[in-house]
């Protein structure tokens, strides 16, 4: 008899690896650098840059096995897709709105969204299967900045927080569709990241109210977001995070008022607890882009 082969859980469903790129490096330049993470959640060292160099990008994943990296500082709209290896290609021509600091998240499985920015906005920029990027969807919810996004419940979005000290949230349907806004929950702070972890659930965390904060707020596989859990690690904002290990998570480097530019990460378990700091790899800088790929 053949042996009996157990379906995939929602646990093992993600992706192994993840890439950190591009930010603002110490001096008050951007960088096109980019860090690959293991599937163990180990960070290798710089790979050379590709692509413009800019800060106050987003990035998520699509096609279900690669990543698009897209956007930045306040005006750009250019993107660099990342392929199943973890290389990232030259800039591929902008589409909507140029501008920075908006969220991105893997929506419907093997697509995902731009969304929020500078200006204030809320305009929205779906991405396909194969990397293409849509012109502007109109706006849904309350228009800001500083916020970010992540998937949950295996195809589905949310995006969250942002400045001035927001704590909304807007979920994104399986078919890119962002609803109007979900009253806040924990403490409303900008400049955060946000991942998913254990093939359904997602975590926002660190962040910037007034002070650098490290407390997390966990998303549940229907979407909910639970109250802040304290903070471990470095206080830190403009930091980046991703899926890693199929079912795991990991923050990394990021602003810290004491230090500056920092490189630590944390790697987040598959229950959703964020470890302490792990000593940075690569260069130290913030306002960078993070996405998971294979």
């Known amino acids: 008899m053949f042996p009996i082969i157990p379906a995939a859980s929602a646990a093992d469903s993600g992706n192994q690896n993840g890439i950190f790129g591009y930010g603002r490096v110490t001096g008050g330049g951007s960088t096109d650098l980019s860090n690959i993470v293991s599937n163990a959640g180990v960070v290798a060292t710089d790979v050379a840059g590709v692509g413009t160099a800019r800060h106050y ?9 690669k990543g698009i990296i897209g956007y ?3 005006s750009y709209s250019m993107t660099n897709l990342v392929s199943n290896a973890g290389v990232v290609a030259t800039d591929t021509a902008g589409v909507g709105t140029g501008r920075g600091d908006m969220g991105a998240c893997e929506y419907g499985g093997d697509k ?4 929020y920015g500078s200006g204030p906005t809320a305009v929205s920029n779906l991405v396909s299967n194969t990397g293409v990027v849509t012109t502007d969807v109109a706006g849904v919810g ?18 969250g927080y942002g400045y001035q000290s927001y704590s909304m949230t807007n979920l994104v349907s399986n078919a890119g ?22 093939g359904d659930k997602g975590i926002f965390g660190f ?10 707020n966990l998303v549940s596989n229907a979407g909910v977001v639970a109250t802040d859990v304290a903070g471990v690690g ?7 995070a991703c899926e890693y290990g199929g079912d795991k998570g990991i923050f990394g480097y990021g602003y810290s008022t004491s230090e500056q530019y920092v490189s630590y990460t944390n790697l987040v378990s598959t229950t ?3 470890a302490t700091d792990t000593a940075g790899v690569g260069t130290a800088r913030y306002g960078l882009a993070s996405c998971s790929f294979n």
């Open 57 to 65: 990008l987003a990035a998520c994943e699509y096609g279900g096995d």
């Open 72 to 74: 930045g500082t306040t």
């Open 142 to 159: 309350t228009s800001r900045y500083g916020l970010v996004a992540c998937e949950y419940g295996e195809d589905k979005g949310i995006f």
């Open 207 to 216: 962040g910037n109210d007034s002070a650098r904060v490290s407390m997390t």
């Open 177 to 198: 569709v962002v609803s109007t806004d979900v009253t806040g929950v924990g403490t409303g702070r900008g400049d955060l990241s946000a991942c998913s972890y254990d």
């Open 112 to 115: 995902g969204i731009f969304a």
């Open 272 to 274: 959703g607890v964020v």
């Open 234 to 240: 470095h206080a830190r904002s403009d930091l980046a």
